[in-house]
């Protein structure tokens, strides 16, 4: 069956450090997101992708950044984490058109 | 204005009853909203999408979408236990989704 998958579940690491969160979907689908998600404030989108060599920032990308070298791959890079960055990474992805968002299981990170 | 708000919670219903989740949207060109369930600890999945203005339904859930005055909801039926879970409102703008911040409902037995 085709899926979403994210690793690593659970993260922690040290201020200043740089971190590199996987997402991968066998849906072969064109877009793909990553959102945080933080008590009160539901699901923000970090950044997110159309397609193959396509990025965009959403309304909370300061201090990540991601690429896409291929479709079933968008990598979310926190260039120096920060204690602010400690929160749970949701991965999605989406056929084109005004279809559903499929969700990978989360990462949890804690950056201390 | 956040692009997408949900009535705050938690809310508490008894087992049975009805449970009435409400969701406003600020971008009028927006065609297609979803209404995702989260357990605790768990991703998001989707239980109702909708499309059109009117109403939805399905099993014991029903969604009402009215574009004129901005506003999707959920209604969830003989409300069950297994039903205590944050309700996510998603709203599809631009090709991306945009949430709110969900409301928590618990279903007292």
């Known amino acids: 069956d085709a899926e979403i998958t994210q690793s690593p579940r659970h993260k922690i690491t040290e201020t200043g450090r740089q971190v590199t969160l996987a997402c991968h979907q066998t849906?072969?689908?064109?877009?793909m997101f990553w959102y945080r998600q933080d008590l009160g404030h539901g699901l923000r989108l970090i950044h997110y992708s159309y397609g193959v060599q396509d990025t965009n920032k959403g309304e909370v990308s300061d201090g990540y950044s991601v690429s896409r070298s291929n479709t079933e791959d968008l990598p979310l890079t926190l260039e120096s984490a920060a204690s602010s960055q400690t929160s749970v990474y949701f991965c999605a992805s989406r056929d084109d058109g005004n279809t559903e968002a499929f969700f990978g299981q989360g990462t949890r990170l804690t950056v201390v | 204005q956040k692009e997408v708000e949900q009535n705050s919670g938690p809310l508490s219903v008894p087992e049975g009853a009805i449970a009435s989740l409400n969701c406003t949207y600020s971008d009028r060109v927006s065609q297609s909203f979803f209404w995702y369930r989260q357990y605790s600890g768990k991703s998001p999945e989707l239980i109702m999408s909708?499309?059109?203005?009117g109403d939805k339904e399905d099993g014991r859930f029903t969604a009402q979408l009215n574009k004129a005055s901005q506003y999707v909801s959920l209604l969830i039926r003989d409300s069950q236990p297994s039903d205590s879970a944050t309700y996510l409102c998603a709203v599809n703008g631009d090709y991306k989704l945009s949430f709110g911040a969900g409301t928590t409902v618990t279903v007292r037995a």
């Open positions: 849906w072969n689908h064109n877009n």
């Open positions: 909708i499309y059109s203005n």
